[in-house]
């Protein structure tokens, strides 16, 4: 009877502390990852002669923005 009791509570103890144990392994890794550098993660770098940063415009006859060097949208009476 007292082995059983004992067996249960070495049982609970076991899963208990393993739960803990993934459960700091998880939050480890979480906080490892967050403080990693962006690494080889495709960054925005905008040239310096400005020619990759453009202001869009709305086009008043589809609404939708688009650079004015990209000419007309194809719309008729498009202003562009
Ligand atoms: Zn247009």
Redesign the pocket.
């Known amino acids: 009877m007292f082995a059983k009791i004992l067996l249960t509570i070495v049982a609970v103890a076991i899963v208990w502390f393993g739960f803990k144990y993934l459960q700091r392994v998880t939050e480890l890794r979480e906080r490892r990852d967050a403080r990693a550098p962006a690494g080889d993660k495709p960054r925005f770098e905008p040239v310096a002669d400005g020619e990759s940063v453009q202001d869009l415009e709305k086009?008043s006859?589809?609404n939708?923005f688009?650079s004015p060097k990209l000419g007309?949208?194809g719309?008729v009476n498009?202003?562009?």
């Open positions: 086009c006859i589809c939708t688009r007309p949208c719309r498009c202003p562009y």
